[in-house]
């Protein structure tokens, strides 16, 4: 008889975990589909993280969580909209002031004595 316990949950792992089952399969004498048997991993995942990896090593790339990449894309975003915020602030401020100096200049210049002929 055969017991049925359910459906099985997907096993996600992290960027760790995947590096080192690549970095097992890479070792001598280490067959793509017994790293991937032993792992509990289909080895076509294998494949397409070894060929992650490999591209990612020859591009010289730091190996990161898409999570880390996401959250630094997102700081990016906010950090470019709040520059582009004070630049505006900044161009505000620069018009204000020229605005006073002319006003000043003006004021000054209706204050000085008139040569009377």
Same mark, same amino acid.
């Given at each position: ?12 792992? =992290? =960027? ?70 004070? =630049? ?30």
């Amino acid at each position: 008889m055969i017991d049925v316990l359910g459906p099985e949950k997907r096993r996600w792992r =992290t =960027t760790q975990e995947k590096i080192a089952i690549v970095q097992q399969g890479f070792e001598p004498g280490m067959r793509v589909s017994l790293v991937a048997w032993q792992h509990g991993v289909a080895a076509s995942h294998l494949f397409l993280w070894r060929k992650q990896y490999q591209a990612a090593v020859a591009a010289g790339e730091q190996v990161v969580p898409a999570s880390e990449l996401a959250a630094a894309m997102k700081q990016i975003k906010e950090l470019q909209r709040l520059l582009g915020k004070k =630049t505006m602030e900044n161009e505000l401020i620069k018009e204000a002031i020229e605005y006073g100096r002319a006003k000043k200049w003006i004021e000054h210049a209706l204050l000085l004595p008139r040569d009377r002929e």
